[in-house]
């Protein structure tokens, strides 16, 4: 919920806990979901038409980003995760002409879950978030990023984490907001 009040806490917070870190040291991850049907960037119409069609396939199918960036401007691989059910689902996509070192995994529903908010954590995040700490992983309260064994993970290796309140990340986070280059 977004009040004076949510906001107010959140901004204390914050401030306390990267006090004392280097930009390098403040790390902000948040999930996108971006759709693989082509996206003309330019239509044929009438000047001034209110409504224009678009001519693009009927499939809705997406895939889950997770960027993830430093207040220094530093970013890490992005990890991507496909729909699928084996790993050989993954050989529909053009993994090579992808994202410059992205992970990239497979959901049945292409969507983050525990088992994957872990995964990546673990196998992603403190492989590049380099060996200072503490650090700060700022992201959102969903359940994928807060499982027991990635609070686990990020307590023994000195990583504080800090969740947004609750269906407030678009006003928070910039990754929301901006066109992301990967």
């Not at 960036?69 to 529909?92: D, E, H, Q």
């Not at 990635?150 to 290796?157: D, I, K, M, R, V």
């Not at 000195?158 to 910039?174: C, D, G, K, N, W």
Request: glycine share 6%.
């Amino acid at each position: 919920m977004l009040n004076a009040t949510v906001v107010g806490n959140y901004f204390k917070e914050l401030q306390t806990v990267t006090q004392e870190l280097s930009p390098t040291s403040i790390w902000n991850m948040d999930e996108t979901r971006m759709n693989l049907e082509h996206q003309p960037a330019e239509v044929l119409a009438r000047r001034g038409a209110k409504s224009v069609p678009g001519r693009v396939g009927n499939t809705r199918e997406n895939i889950t980003l997770l960027p993830c960036v430093n207040a220094a401007g530093g970013k890490m691989p992005t990890f991507i995760v496909a729909k699928g059910k084996t790993p050989r689902s993954l050989r529909s996509y053009n993994m090579p002409e992808g994202p410059e070192n992205a992970e990239w995994r497979y959901q049945q529903k292409a969507w983050m879950d525990d088992e994957l908010g872990e995964d990546w954590f673990n196998n992603l995040f403190l492989k590049h978030c380099g060996p200072q700490r503490p650090q700060i992983l700022i992201l959102d309260s969903h359940h994928s990023h807060e499982t027991l064994g990635l609070l686990e993970a990020a307590l023994a290796n000195r990583i504080e984490v800090l969740a947004l309140p609750s269906h407030t990340t678009h006003f928070y986070i910039l990754l929301t907001a901006q066109c992301l280059v990967l």
